[in-house]
């Protein structure tokens, strides 16, 4: 399967922990985003990488939250000192940001639940 | 800040029937308009997508109306089918007028429509 792929798809955490996203992204694909989806509502964006360089962050994004990109292949994305509202879907998704078409590729997601 | 407008939240099509969902962007900056088909515990999946130069674009039983003056677009689903039933996002993102090697595609959502087909 050579889509986008997240570790883990599910997990659970008590308030206070904290806990590591993985997002491998299509191949060839340099750019990389992380967005936010909660119940009921449409994805948010949280940032955006350009190979290994993060560009643009998000409001959303506070102090708890950073993501790296080593590299410029995977990404990780770590919350510290979760809070429960922090319970969300996190989606990854990668383009290549050629052709003159947006495609971005969106990964499973990893479901958050905070305790 | 919601900039992209979803109506309706949910809408329930008999098979065969066309579907139909709307949307409204705000930021003139908008240049390219996907929607995207999420089915539960999946991730959002690109399925058709239209630039602003064109009124109409359409991919099987898929269509996208635009209209830029209004700041509106929809998705329209012909022989709509029970496999269709998903939850359907629109989004708009700047990305033509971005710069080519570091321009962030960003995508913002609309609220999404929970599309349910009975036979």
């Known amino acids: 399967d050579t889509g986008v792929s997240q570790d883990p798809r599910h997990k659970i955490t008590k308030r206070g922990q904290n806990v590591t996203f993985r997002c491998d992204p299509i191949?060839?694909?340099?750019?990389l985003y992380w967005y936010r989806q909660t119940l009921g509502q449409g994805p948010e964006f949280l940032t955006y990488?350009?190979?290994?360089?993060?560009?643009?962050k998000s409001r959303l994004l506070s102090d708890r939250f950073s993501a790296e990109r080593p590299k410029g292949s995977f990404s990780t994305l770590e919350i510290q000192r979760t809070e429960q509202g922090d319970s969300a879907m996190y989606l990854c998704?990668?383009?290549?940001?050629?052709?003159?078409?947006?495609?971005?590729?969106f990964g499973p997601g990893t479901r958050l639940t905070v305790l | 800040q919601q900039q992209v407008k979803q109506s309706p939240q949910s809408l329930i099509v008999q098979k065969g029937g066309i579907s139909i969902i709307n949307c409204a962007y705000e930021?003139?900056?908008?240049?390219?308009f996907p929607w995207y088909q999420q089915f539960p515990g999946k991730g959002p999946a690109l399925l058709i997508a239209?630039?602003?130069?064109?009124s109409e674009k359409k991919e099987g039983r898929f269509t996208i109306s635009f209209n830029k003056s209004a700041k509106q677009f929809s998705l329209h689903i012909m022989d709509s089918q029970p496999g269709d039933s998903a939850t359907y996002f629109c989004?708009?993102?700047?990305?033509?007028?971005?710069?080519?090697?570091?321009?962030?595609?960003?995508?913002?959502f609309g609220t999404g429509t929970r599309l349910t087909i009975i036979p």
């Open positions: 998704a990668s383009s290549s940001g050629t052709g003159g078409t947006s495609g971005q590729f």
């Open positions: 191949s060839e694909h340099n750019r």
């Open positions: 990488f350009q190979n290994e360089a993060q560009l643009e």
């Open positions: 930021n003139t900056a908008f240049d390219y």
């Open positions: 239209i630039r602003p130069d064109v």
């Open positions: 989004a708009a993102t700047p990305f033509l007028t971005l710069d080519r090697l570091f321009g962030n595609e960003k995508l913002t």
